[in-house]
């Protein structure tokens, strides 16, 4: 086993080879989600009703978004098909295709924000939860295309293997959005006490901070000559289709996911504000493993589709299962702490006795399906690089709704049952997906995939991978 880690770790595409492409990728995504926790921290100290409305508005919101973000993300995959493939010249019509997307949802979000009020009155939570979560969301939405045209623009670096650019605008956005929700929620000095508002609006201030950090990094003349990044501006209606053909599944796939969550977070607001807020309090710490392996998944996806554009499928294999060895490795880290140390975990968020109990219980059902978590996230990821964005979209559509949404509506509103159930409908529907992309990776359709016009052909410099004991 030693001989075989010493061996993997050198290899090309092997651990260090990954863990040099997703670091910058894991630390971008990583300072999102303490950006998150730091946000929520903050509203538990201003109130416990903010703390409840925070997360049901703010993942509402994001469910909207989220449909854009991994449509125009998946820019970087067709950049990472092109890099392989030698067609640099290419990436420039990518990155303007994904602009033009990226406009669009951001004015669709913009018309969803007048519905606030009537969307929050629907979920049918107490009064005072509605009015915050309405004037949260409705203050998000006005900065939807903040994260919207950042992910198009990160795909531009990330699908070269570029990653390092990504990170430092991330950790920038982080270090912005934390220092302006201190002062925008309490009122520091010259700044208005605005509480949950003054978090939106810190949210939105430092989302387009980040355009204009990526503005300045992409568009340089050396780009110009090597990716045509100021010539490639021209409507493409066939190359449109195209990457709306791959991007929108993968979209959808972000999309119906997170609104599955968000649905059941919503549900679940009808039982209690205290079940509530320690259901908010459990995703917001299991978001401090999560999110770091979602920015693994983009290095997978990247990883594969390089070698996909480059005609090396077999390589695509040992890179995914590589990244997928490194991550299994850190959510068992994640389980024992869950399990062993919740405390630690729950101790910065000011919450009732009663809160933090039922917290911690709700930490062992993460704790049930983390490893489950990080098999979806990691080899949804590697597929997708490959092209085979239907397969994952109508998976998530299946069991978000038949595994998550409507038995958590059953339980809740027509047996009445305790946070419990749900939570355990939860665990369910993360464990199949886990399993099922699993399955979908090791029956390899994915290979033959590409999003290009023509893949280029090298010879393979690694053997057939399975998953077995290698992976």
């Excluded at 469910?63 to 640099?88: N, R």
């Excluded at 110009?224 to 791959?246: A, C, G, N, T």
């Excluded at 038949?402 to 419990?420: K, M, N, R």
């Excluded at 529907?429 to 280029?456: A, H």
Aim: proline share 4%; charged share 10%; hydrophobic share 50%.
């Amino acid at each position: 086993m030693l001989n075989y880690m010493k061996s993997r770790w050198r290899a090309e595409f092997g651990y260090r080879h990954i863990l040099v492409v997703a670091i910058p990728l894991i630390l971008s995504t990583g300072s999102w989600s303490i950006q998150q926790f730091v946000d929520r921290m903050f509203l538990s100290w201003h109130s416990e009703e903010a703390l409840a409305a925070a997360m049901p508005a703010g993942i509402l919101n994001f469910s909207f978004i989220c449909l854009f973000i991994g449509t125009v993300s998946y820019a970087g995959t067709f950049v990472s098909q092109y890099i392989g493939a030698k067609e640099d010249h290419k990436v420039g019509t990518v990155l303007w295709h994904s602009l033009y997307l990226s406009l669009f949802g951001a004015i669709i979000i913009l018309l969803i924000a007048p519905l606030s009020t009537e969307l929050f009155q629907l979920i049918g939570h107490n009064q005072q939860i509605q009015l915050l979560e309405s004037s949260y969301f409705r203050i998000l939405c006005f900065g939807g295309l903040g994260p919207i045209l950042s992910a198009a623009f990160a795909g531009f670096f990330t699908g070269q293997g570029n990653n390092w650019p990504v990170m430092w605008v991330n950790l920038f956005t982080t270090v912005t959005n934390i220092i302006l929700d201190y002062l925008l929620i309490f009122g520091i000095g010259i700044f208005p006490e605005l509480g949950i508002a003054g978090a939106a609006i810190a949210t939105i201030i430092a989302g387009f901070s980040s355009i204009l950090l990526y503005v300045i990094l992409i568009f340089r003349p050396k780009n110009e000559s090597r990716f045509h990044v100021f010539s490639s501006r021209s409507w493409d209606i066939s190359f449109m289709k195209r990457f709306l053909k791959y991007g929108l599944p993968s979209g959808g796939h972000f999309f119906l996911e997170i609104m599955g969550f968000t649905g059941f977070i919503l549900i679940l607001g009808r039982i209690g504000q205290m079940e509530l807020a320690a259901t908010n309090i459990a995703i917001n710490i299991n978001s401090l493993a999560f999110m770091p392996m979602l920015g693994l998944g983009i290095a997978l996806s990247m990883s594969v589709g390089q070698n996909i554009g480059a005609g090396k499928p077999e390589t695509a294999a040992y890179a995914a299962n590589s990244g997928v060895q490194l991550g299994m490795l850190y959510m068992i880290l994640c389980t024992l702490l869950y399990i062993f140390l919740p405390e630690v975990f729950i101790a910065p968020f000011n919450a009732s006795a009663e809160t933090v109990r039922v917290s911690i219980i709700l930490l062992r059902f993460v704790a049930v399906y983390a490893l489950f978590d990080t098999l979806s996230i990691l080899y949804s990821s590697a597929v997708k690089g490959a092209g085979d964005t239907h397969f994952v979209m109508r998976i998530t559509t299946a069991l978000s709704i038949f595994v998550l949404i409507i038995p958590t509506y059953i339980a809740v509103d027509i047996f009445h049952s305790s946070l419990y159930l749900p939570w355990a409908f939860c665990s369910l529907f993360i464990i199949t997906m886990g399993l099922t992309f699993w399955g979908r990776f090791l029956g390899g359709k994915w290979k033959s995939m590409s999003v290009i016009e023509s893949p280029g052909i090298f010879p393979s410099q690694h053997p057939a991978n399975p998953i077995s004991p290698e992976a």
